[in-house]
């Protein structure tokens, strides 16, 4: 057997794997590149040479940077935003939602932006009395748009522009998809506005996400039913500076401090000057304590948090946990303002049953008259509001022995302000979106500086950008990579090439590029949209220098043929993101899928060879 024999037989039994869904598709990636060196098609240093390119360290590092926007709160921010701006009209709403949608999608990825966006809209159409089976698959669609709109769309773009530069010298400017992004946004916004409606199932769904906007207030009201928690911040001067914790007097017996922290929001043994007070009470009692101990935070701070009631701020935040049957803290003995064994988080309050527990003297947990005289013995299922950093809530809320009852990442999306971090996040992007427009240095060099830039300016954590990065994506496409190599380097790719000019090359080009299309587009719904990408862009260089062309209008069809992973809830992890809280069944998608892959055809066919000459 040839080896363009054995690279295509390859290729058939990845697809095939790919559909049967059986095997992870890292796991059919590393398969392919695999079998590829054990045949004797490449060599061990080719068949592993896709996870040195530059394209896979691009597509990683991006992965960083969407996850630095998400973690400064750009992303929550711009879902509220679609929440306060929408209105009651559901043409205005479904819009914003797709423009919206796109618009992230450019810059954090498609699946990026409907993981950000889609519980927004579930709430949002809650509040509007709405169907969320009415919204969502258009929220996954506006996404698929979205990621033409730059080259940071989706990694099929960045692979595009690096082909295109191999084979002609010059690559695909940053912002040169639009001219296909923007038509494929204005057409799907078309489509879902008159369409959308008639098409989409008015469905309940099987799971919805929770609205936590409200949910400070809910734990005040719960925690603190007589009053409220309040986080004073202790200026210089205060009487209170130097005071250790377990010497507090709040002069009233209403009135006790739970926690102190120093200024970076850690727990302290003692006050210091800039740091917090964490004290409960009733709102009159504690605006006394305040003012006779010349602490501030009485009145809205600068970002409109209420710091007398606020549990959520930019910087810190509440969890709420309940301790598992058989847990290693059953037994274990706590009072609010006991400082964890992490030392990064404060237990603000216990509630048993519904109640909330004050320490008592007998084990019985009977209100005693100094909450810090005694300690309240857990038992399963007593819950627990702990207070503390962002980061040090994910880190320690991560813990076999309690049960959290909303992440602190879903409160911090949802019920915090932006963050502090906004600004060095926005202008890094800023910077970067600059460099890779002006190719003032490689694409690669650009994004990792920009997420080592995130990383060091404390946007997002070490711990973090690991945890962005999609192994999953990084694995694929390395892993692919050497299967492009083989169909280009065996002449796999210009057999397949040969068969499809025979059938359609003598209609011209447009009949080229529909053939391109369909066969990119059917490949779409069934296997990853990269994976395709990765497959067919080789074969569209093979045609291009058959028929002594460009390789350029036929590569852009092959990205937007990409894009349109419409018709299947298994074509792209967005379209499966929505499918549960959307309620869809399998035939849904393409009831609506169809209509808007229309427009992807009219564009990949009709619009790219007039915008890009062969």
């Known amino acids: 057997m040839s080896d363009a024999a054995i690279t295509l037989t390859v290729l058939a039994a990845a697809v095939v794997l790919f559909v049967w869904n059986r095997l992870p598709v890292a796991v059919v990636a590393l398969g392919v590149a695999l079998s590829l060196h054990l045949t004797g098609v490449l060599t061990v240093e080719e068949a592993l040479a896709g996870f040195g390119t530059p394209t896979v360290v691009l597509i990683a590092a991006l992965f960083v940077v969407a996850e630095a926007l998400d973690a400064a709160g750009i992303t929550a921010w711009a879902g509220q935003q679609l929440i306060d701006r929408a209105g009651t009209s559901p043409a205005r709403l479904m819009v914003l939602m797709l423009v919206l949608s796109a618009v992230l999608s450019a810059l954090v990825t498609p699946n990026g932006a409907v993981a950000a966006l889609f519980p927004m809209v579930v709430v949002l159409s809650t509040r509007l009395g709405r169907s969320p089976s009415q919204l969502l698959l258009p929220l996954a669609f506006g996404a698929h748009a979205g990621s033409l709109l ?32 923007l038509p494929l946004l204005a057409g799907t916004i078309v489509v879902c506005v008159l369409w959308g409606p008639r098409l989409l199932p008015d469905r309940s769904a099987r799971s919805l996400s929770r609205d936590l906007t409200g949910l400070p207030a809910e734990l005040l009201r719960e925690y603190a039913p007589s009053g409220v928690i309040a986080r004073l911040e202790v200026p210089t001067g205060s009487p209170l500076v130097g005071v250790a914790t377990d010497a507090i007097d709040t002069g009233d017996r209403a009135v006790h401090a739970v926690a102190v922290q120093d200024g970076a929001g850690r727990p302290s043994a003692g006050v210091v000057a800039g740091g917090r007070l964490v004290v409960r009470g009733s709102r009159a009692g504690v605006e006394a304590f305040a003012a006779s101990r010349g602490l501030v935070g009485a009145s809205p701070g600068p970002d409109g948090e209420e710091v007398v009631c606020g549990l959520v ?30 030392g990064e988080l404060v237990i603000l309050a216990v509630k048993r049953l519904g109640e909330v527990l004050e ?26 509001l702990l207070q503390g950093t962002w980061e040090a809530l994910d880190r320690h809320t991560d813990d076999p022995d309690v049960l959290v009852v909303d992440t602190p990442d879903a409160i911090r999306r949802q019920a915090a302000p932006l963050g502090r971090r906004v600004v060095p996040a926005v202008v890094v992007l800023a910077l970067m979106v600059v460099g890779l427009a002006t190719d003032a240095l490689p694409a690669a060099v650009t994004a990792v500086g920009a997420a080592i830039a995130m990383i060091l300016l404390r946007v997002v954590t070490t711990r973090q950008a690991q945890r962005s990065i999609s192994l999953t994506t990084v694995i694929l496409v390395a892993g692919m990579i050497p299967l492009s190599t083989a169909i280009t380097a065996t002449g796999a790719a210009e057999i397949v090439a040969s068969g ?28 990853s949209n990269m994976a395709t990408a990765l497959v067919m862009i080789p074969i569209a260089g093979s045609m291009a220098a058959e028929l002594g062309i ?3 209008p036929l590569l852009m069809c092959v990205a937007v043929a990409s894009a349109a992973a419409l018709l299947t809830p298994v074509a792209t992890p967005g379209n499966m993101m929505v499918m549960e809280p959307g309620g869809y069944r399998f035939g849904d998608y393409w009831r609506l899928g169809l209509p808007v892959l229309v427009v992807y055809l009219v564009v990949a066919v009709f619009l790219v060879p007039l915008v890009w000459r062969p």
């Open 500 to 527: 499809l000019i025979d059938l359609v090359g003598g209609g011209g080009l447009t009949l080229l590029l529909l053939g391109i299309f369909v066969l990119c587009a059917i490949l779409g719904q069934l296997i």
């Open 550 to 552: 460009s390789p350029v």
């Open 313 to 342: 701020s930019r910087e810190h935040g509440v969890a709420e946990v309940i301790v598992r049957p058989r847990s290693g803290l059953i037994g274990a003995r706590v009072f609010p303002g006991m400082i964890t064994d992490s």
């Open 359 to 384: 320490p008592a003297d007998d084990g019985e947990n009977r209100p005693a008259a100094d909450p810090h005289e005694h300690e309240i013995v857990l038992r399963p299922g007593d819950a627990l």
């Open 150 to 181: 730059l080259l940071t769309g989706t990694p099929v773009n960045v692979i595009v522009s690096a082909t295109a530069l191999a084979e002609t010298g010059t690559g695909l400017g940053f912002f040169e998809f639009a001219l296909v992004g």
